[in-house]
């Protein structure tokens, strides 16, 4: 019963978590161009040592953010870009990036 109880709790916390961190993609579109000197107005880099961003899984757009932020990943020119990006642009970056088409 407390396993039921608890994947339950679960569930919901991620479920809770993913509205409250659903982003805008059209507001992602708008702060969307520094990005685009290295990953490509879309997302498709033209530049092989750029990662495309455009299909990328939103979850891990956002845990790589994230990561630049706080240091855990390390590369400067990343984590300069992310430093200054709310939880809020992060969201709205994200859900525009992984909502264009790989190409």
């Known amino acids: ?8 709790l679960a569930c919901t ?3 809770a978590w ?5 982003g805008d993609a059209a507001a992602g579109k708008a702060k969307s161009a520094v990005c685009a000197g290295c990953h490509g107005p879309d997302g498709n880099s033209m530049v092989p040592i750029y990662p ?11 845990s790589a ?4 932020k706080s240091g855990e990943r390390n590369n400067p020119i990343m984590k ?3 430093a200054p990006l709310s ?16 190409k």
């Open 87 to 102: 939880d809020a642009d992060i969201a709205n970056l994200t859900a525009y990036f992984s909502s264009q088409q790989a």
């Open 52 to 62: 495309k961003l455009a299909g990328q899984h939103e979850a891990y757009l956002v």
């Open 13 to 15: 916390l991620i479920g």
């Open 80 to 82: 300069s870009m992310a």
């Open 18 to 22: 993913g509205v409250a961190q659903a």
């Open 65 to 68: 953010l994230k990561a630049y």
């Open 1 to 8: 019963m407390k396993k039921i109880i608890a994947a339950t």
